[in-house]
């Protein structure tokens, strides 16, 4: 069966210190925003920068964009009261860094739950330690706010002691681990950022192989990576065609009492239908998104 889904194709990181950048992400292409309290803002600038970002969620003129805003970890001065602003900003998600076990997420709640933040309000977790990797399946099923995992890659390879490579083997088991929790227990899931921005060729293999690896899109660091990104996450026109096929091919067996459809010599079953109908209402709620930028 279909059902709504909510494009994350490019996720694109804007600085909250920069209010010129926070204006710029409103002419910009991405499916979802992240106003950054944490890296991308020194420690004399965070309670400015929380000011800021929260205006600019409340200001309602991003469109149909997602807005998630990450917080500063809980145990630095600036989480807790991060969290609390968060909670009534009207942004769709708060996004915690380094998130280690369900105990996190349930604190995260708490802050959430006393500062009045509605019940839509979602809790994204960086995994990004390998603590927090190796207890993903805990993390991810810890409370029916968690909808998100985001794949730290940077900070991973740092603690990891290993390597930025083009093919990204030293992170395998880490994104595989990290996929499988957020798939059982039904979050969605995006991969890390990719550093060079100058490297578009490199930039768009690392998004083709993690759409391979089935995360449902990429967190990006700079405008010009949105674009590539939205292509190469969204279904194209041949995947497209092939699933009208299959969807139209299953139906008509089913009203003849068949089990199975065979499309261009290719066995479809249920599974096949399922993969068919999700790649249309992708496509759907990307064309209804654009439509609303």
Known sequence: MSKVVRPRRSVLYMPGANTR????????PADALIFDLEDAVAPDAKEAARANVVAAARSRSYGRREIAIRCNG??????KADVAAIATSGADAVLVPKVESAADVANVVALLDAAGAPSTMAVWAMMETPKGVLRADEIAGAHPRLMLFVMGTNDLVKDMRARHTPMRL??????GLGMLAARAHGLTILDGVYNDI??????RAICQQ?????FD????????????CNEVFAPSAAELEMAGKIVAAFAAAQAAGKGVATVDGRMIENLHVEQAERAL???????ELQAAI
């Open 21 to 28: 950048a926070l204006e710029k992400a409103r002419t910009l």
């Open 74 to 79: 809980l145990a630095t001065p600036w989480g």
């Open 170 to 175: 030293p992170l395998v088991t880490a994104l």
């Open 198 to 203: 100058q490297d578009a060729e490199g930039f």
């Open 210 to 214: 993690g759409l391979e690896m089935g």
């Open 217 to 228: 899109g990429k967190t990006l660091i700079h405008p010009s990576q949105v674009e590539p």
């Open 281 to 287: 209402a992708l496509a759907a709620a990307i064309k």
